[in-house]
């Protein structure tokens, strides 16, 4: 089983930074895209970064040149630094990983608990 843990969300004022971060622990053996994903209320999820194994990203266009991911392949990790937050940034802000848990086995896809981030005036 593989469990992911995120940390970092919050209230933050327009303008200014947050930094997500993401931890998988488990039965790994590797993971290929690491990415984030949010959530505003009634609305399904939507892609906000991905980051592949090879270092490639893609950003959704609403956080273009504000956002940006990384990840730690030695820590299972992902980050996002979000910057000059706007109130449309207010969301649940989910991480997923596609995981291989062994070498005999498939990926899978598994989810993070989700962390609020709000954005106030």
């Known amino acids: 089983q593989v469990q992911l843990v995120e940390s970092g969300g919050g209230l933050v004022q327009a303008g200014g930074s947050l930094r997500l971060s993401c931890a998988a622990s488990g039965s790994i053996f590797s993971i290929n895209a690491m990415e984030w994903y949010r959530q505003f209320p009634g609305k399904e999820r939507e892609l906000v970064a991905r980051?592949?194994?090879?270092?490639?990203?893609v950003y959704g266009d609403s956080v273009k040149d504000r956002f940006t991911i990384s990840r730690d392949n030695a820590k299972n990790s992902a980050y996002l630094e979000m910057n000059s937050l706007k109130l449309d940034d207010t969301a649940v802000y989910y991480c997923r990983f596609i995981v291989q848990p062994s070498p005999a086995l498939r990926m899978f896809q598994y989810w993070g608990q989700g962390t609020q981030v709000t954005v106030s005036s």
């Open positions: 980051v592949t194994r090879d270092g490639n990203t």
